[in-house]
T-cell receptor, first 110, second 116 residues
Framework: QSVVTQPPSASGTPGQRVTIFCSGS????????VSWHQQLPGTAPRLVIY???QRPSGVPGRFSGSKSDTSASLAISGLQSEDEADYYC???????????FGTGTKVTVL | EVWLEQSGAELKKPGDSLRISCRTS????????ISWVRQMPGKGLEWMAR????????TYRPSLQGHVTVSVDKSVNTSFLHWSSLKASDTAMYYC?????????WGHGTLITVSS
């Protein structure tokens, strides 16, 4: 059972803004940076946000991240059909001495 | 360009041993952690272990300690994940991931099926 939780699903119409939340604790999100990973159906995950709010080269500017205390969020503005995927947050956990992934959120474009 | 090339899919029987590989290129192998991540069928991502190639310092998920072993061969910039005795519950997709400055880079995954 993951110590970092996400809502199982989120949805929006093309062009809308969708925000996914990730809730952790003082030992993970509260004291370490957060990354976000997109997994398109049948493919390997890929990084879309690292160090809470940094976007790797090649990731569209409509993806943005933020962190506050023991929670983090990923926002997708101007939602597009190709954004339909599973999204996972992740952070190091100082108590578990391991990396923890969130439970994952499936984003559906209506 | 940073690239992580994983070995091909495997079909094994319970009790078999197995080693899968993750060959890296495009960066200094000894400067970044390599993690291994498991995804069971229809499930989420689960971190298994990580290793620092410079000194092979390794950390394992407690529930997997003793069941899997992670190693590296610096001469070929490759990390390995090894099982001495597979179980049916090891059936999953396994990803290697480079972690460090600039964020994560994922391998394409290796599908392991364990069935009698």
């Amino acid at each position: 059972q993951s110590v970092v939780t996400q809502p199982p699903s989120a949805s929006g119409t093309p062009g809308q803004r969708v925000t996914i939340f990730c809730s952790g604790s003082s030992s993970n999100i509260g004291s370490n940076t957060v990354s976000w990973h997109q997994q398109l159906p049948g493919t390997a995950p890929r990084l879309v946000i690292y160090d809470n709010n940094q976007r790797p080269s090649g990731v569209p500017g409509r993806f943005s991240g933020s962190k506050s205390d023991t929670s983090a969020s990923l926002a997708i503005s101007g939602l597009q059909s190709e954004d339909e995927a599973d999204y996972y947050c992740a952070a190091w956990d100082d108590s578990l001495k391991g990396y923890v992934f969130g439970t994952g959120t499936k984003v559906t474009v209506l | 360009e940073v690239w992580l090339e994983q070995s091909g899919a495997e079909l094994k029987k319970p009790g078999d041993s197995l080693r899968i590989s993750c060959r890296t290129s495009g960066y200094d192998f000894t400067n970044y952690w390599i993690s291994w991540v498991r995804q069971m069928p229809g499930k989420g991502l689960e971190w298994m272990a990580r290793i620092h190639p410079s000194d092979s310092y390794t950390t394992y998920r407690p529930s997997l300690q003793g069941h899997v072993t992670v190693s590296v061969d610096k001469s070929v910039n490759t990390s390995f994940l090894h099982w001495s005795s597979l179980k049916a519950s090891d059936t999953a997709m396994y990803y290697c991931v480079r972690q460090g400055i600039g964020g994560h880079v994922w391998g394409h995954g290796t599908l392991i099926t364990v069935s009698s």
